[in-house]
């Protein structure tokens, strides 16, 4: 049973383009946490989804930032002209669910973003 | 709001001795609480989880963390270190489902840098 996959693992753009972030949570999950990380810093939430709705993009910058989980395909983080600011680790985690039991969330490795 | 303190930056030790990574929180209601582990330019482990029950939970790689609702504690514990042990570890917590918003949101410390010593 394939992890969490992400990709690409390393993402280089420079200022003003677009960055898409790709994650295919593990087999038989629906849930999908994207999470941002600076330098020197933990993990911050940015956006919960379930297949085609988004439960809670409380930690989505109002701008610029999207995110979208099809019904085909992965979860897709997208990032309109980025700035410098947006350099980051950004982590797809998922999970069973979201209550019960079966709460714990598996992380991906991660998509590393530098924006030149 | 939830939180999560982790206020060690980083923890030495030598190898073979006890290791403790100190994790303190703040949430409404009790909580779930969970150690990922971080090997560089790695995501995030699952180490291990209280959920409810017993106060002492056993993970992976022969960790365990006691849970301590008096003082808002969740410490890492290891009988004997490892080199290999040494990574950055997150403590996180996340409030029972259907507690209220953002009741899925996992808040994580900031971090703690384990370095075991030869």
């Known amino acids: 049973n394939a992890g969490v996959m992400q990709n690409p693992r390393h993402l280089v753009r420079r200022r003003g383009q677009e960055a898409r972030l790709r994650c295919s949570p593990m087999k038989g999950h629906s849930h999908v946490y994207w999470y941002r990380q600076l330098p020197e810093e933990g993990l911050k939430f940015m956006v919960y989804?379930?297949?085609?709705?988004?439960?809670?993009e409380s930690g989505m910058p109002k701008e610029r930032f999207s995110a979208e989980f099809p019904k085909e395909g992965p979860s897709i983080l997208r990032i309109q002209q980025v700035v410098r600011g947006d350099s980051a680790a950004y982590f797809c985690?998922?999970?069973?669910?979201?209550?019960?039991?079966?709460?714990?969330?598996?992380f991906g490795q991660g998509t590393r973003l530098t924006v030149v | 709001a939830q939180s999560v303190a982790q206020p060690e930056d980083q923890v030495n030790v030598a190898e073979g001795n006890p290791l403790t990574v100190k994790c303190t929180y703040s949430v409404s209601g009790n909580p779930y609480l969970f150690w990922y582990v971080q090997y560089p330019n790695r995501g995030l482990q699952f180490l291990l989880k209280?959920?409810?029950?017993d106060n002492l939970v056993k993970g992976s790689y022969g960790f365990e963390a006691e849970f301590n609702k008096s003082q808002t504690s969740f410490h890492l514990k290891k009988p004997s270190a490892l080199v290999s042990d040494s990574a950055l570890y997150f403590c996180a917590v996340r409030a029972l489902w259907g507690s209220g918003a953002g009741s899925y949101q996992l808040t994580f410390g900031k971090g703690t840098k384990l370095s075991v010593i030869p």
């Open positions: 989804l379930q297949k085609e709705n988004i439960i809670d």
């Open positions: 209280y959920i409810t029950g």
């Open positions: 985690a998922s999970s069973l669910s979201a209550g019960g039991g079966n709460t714990e969330a598996f």
